[in-house]
């Protein structure tokens, strides 16, 4: 299957990082490259370093980005300090970190993102590690109910666990659609219509078998401490749980004094470390989203190092 992912936000996404010609920059989540090539072009005497987990990923990404001044590496973008020290660089003046799951992998059956086709329930973004099926077969009820409320916000998380663990004691729950099946049983029919009913307990499976959000987190205050003086860190979210926490962690480098109010004067000292690029997230315009669904729960919040 051909490597296809439309890269959203695009254009406003290469001009949040103000690239330079001779900066060096990171892509973490070089997926097909589309952003990466703009980022390339723009660069004469710098270079790009583009990193992705998915050995699918990096394969395109290093046929795509061969004509240009890039360096594709196989890694999880939380390990971008131990990455750019082992190349000997120690500031970058801009990184994007693109999250989510690709247009390729959940259009590719076989990765196991989708409950639209079946195939094995995988999700493992790098193909390694504890499956989604591995999760499904040992997790006890408490435990699965917890991942699907926590990471999928879902209201009927302790009904979807207590079947699916009545239906794995009769048989392996092994595909997706056979998952998917179970869940839809699982809900009230009212809440059938309200999308499709395994769309919240997919993404929270996805999100638990790549620990996203703890690498998130980790990879937050790399980026930022990685950040030259003026560089710009630049993050596309696609759900609230993302999106919350780098609004946080954002607000969070551009605080200064953290002083109670009762103080007549600081004495802690601390001044902002960073600066908003633009005070709102900026989300997917009228024609993106009639181009491309998935752009509608997008948004691209950047960040400027002092």
Same mark, same amino acid.
């Given at each position: ?5 439309r890269?959203?936000l ?6 949040s990082?103000?690239?330079r ?6 892509? *973490?989540?070089?997926?097909?490259? =589309? ?20 050995p699918?990923?990096?394969a ?14 196989? %890694? ?18 801009g990184?994007?970190l ?7 992998q ?10 639209? !086709? ?7 973004m790098?193909?390694? *590690?504890?499956? @989604? /099926?591995?999760?499904v @077969?040992?997790?006890?009820?408490? +435990?699965?109910?917890?991942?699907f ?8 998380? #302790? ?7 009545a239906e ?11 998952? $998917?099946?179970?869940? @839809?049983?699982?809900?009230? %029919? $009212? @809440?059938?219509?309200?999308?499709h009913?395994a769309? #919240?307990?997919? !993404?929270?499976l ?5 620990? +996203?959000l ?12 990685l950040?030259a ?12 749980? +993302?999106?919350r ?6 607000? $969070?480098?551009?605080? =200064? ?7 007549p004067?600081?004495?802690c000292? #601390? ?5 908003l ?9 009228a024609?993106?989203? !009639? ?6 729960? /997008?948004?691209?919040?950047?960040v #400027?190092k002092?």
């Open positions: 299957m051909e490597f296809k992912h890269s959203v695009l254009r406003e996404t290469v001009d990082l103000q690239v010609a001779d900066g060096i920059y990171i892509d *973490g989540t070089a997926g097909g490259a =589309g952003h990466a090539v703009e980022i390339a072009k723009q660069l004469t005497t710098g270079r790009l370093y583009a990193l992705d987990q998915d699918d990923a990096v395109v990404a290093s046929e795509r980005l061969k004509e240009y001044p890039a360096t594709v590496i196989r %890694a999880n973008f939380c390990e971008m300090d131990r990455v750019m020290e082992e190349r000997g660089v120690r500031a970058v003046d990184i994007l693109d999250l989510g799951v690709s247009s390729y959940l259009d590719n059956g076989e990765r196991g993102f989708s409950y639209h !086709q079946d195939a094995p329930l995988d999700m493992r790098s193909r390694e *590690g504890v499956s @989604a /099926a591995d999760l @077969a040992t997790l006890s009820e408490n +435990e699965l109910a917890d991942i409320f926590r990471f999928g916000e879902e209201k009927f998380s #302790k009904r979807i666990a207590a079947r699916i663990v794995r004691a009769i048989k392996p729950i092994a595909t997706t659609l056979q998952l $998917a099946e179970i869940i @839809a049983n699982a809900v009230p %029919a $009212a @809440a059938r219509r309200d999308g009913p769309r #919240k307990c997919f !993404q929270a996805r999100i638990a078998v790549n620990r +996203e703890d690498v998130l987190s980790e990879a937050l205050d790399k980026a930022f401490d950040l003086p003026g560089g710009v860190l630049s993050v596309i979210t696609f759900h609230s749980l +993302e999106d926490m780098v609004k946080q962690r954002f607000k $969070a480098y551009c605080t =200064g004094c953290t002083c109670p109010p009762e103080l004067v600081c004495v000292g #601390k001044t902002p470390r960073g600066q690029v633009f005070r709102k997230p900026i989300e997917a315009g024609e993106e989203l !009639q181009e491309n669904q998935r752009s509608r729960s /997008a948004k691209l919040r950047a #400027k002092l």
